[in-house]
């Protein structure tokens, strides 16, 4: 009630007009669960942390080839030395384990509730710690991958030129 009193003193000082819309929900869509909207929020979380814009925008290859000292080639999933630009898979591998690193934080939180028995709060306890030790871990290695040099580079004065 006060937010369609907010709305209401909001259009007329600016003396706009909304529409007059009658919307209604559909018959056939029931109200989702809650389960449902926790897939989808993990779902646009997991595309929203992969970069899907940056994907969208630039279409980047899905992985790279590089050369050894032979001469042969081999696939590569991350961009080296490029901060700015990815592989789509090293973007949704990321994704992947920021999400791991979420859903292991999920998991200890729900580790505290009671109606757990002892033997499942210490599976989800561990499970819960597994998942977000290895998500930063894993994605600190990509990083390193990504950038070798930048624990010696980020302390760097001077310029290397």
Do not use: C
Request: no cysteine.
């Amino acid at each position: 009630l006060k937010l369609t009193m907010v709305l209401q003193s909001l259009f007329s000082a600016l003396s706009l007009h909304p529409p007059e819309l009658e919307l209604s929900w559909p018959a056939w869509l029931g109200v989702p669960s809650s389960n449902t909207m926790f897939i989808l929020s993990l779902f646009i979380y997991y595309i929203s942390v992969s970069g899907i814009t940056y994907d969208i925008i630039n279409s980047p290859p899905a992985f790279g080839v590089e050369s050894d000292g032979f001469g042969n080639s081999r696939p590569v999933a991350i961009l080296k030395w490029q901060l700015n630009q990815q592989y789509i898979v090293e973007g949704f591998t990321a994704g992947f384990m920021m999400l791991l690193t979420s859903s292991g934080l999920m998991i200890l939180d729900q580790s505290n509730y009671v109606t757990s028995t002892k033997m499942g709060r210490f599976l989800m306890i561990g499970l819960g710690m597994t998942f977000s030790l290895v998500g930063p871990f894993a994605t600190y290695t990509f990083f390193k991958i990504k950038w070798p040099s930048y624990w010696e580079d980020m302390f760097l004065t001077e310029s290397r030129a």
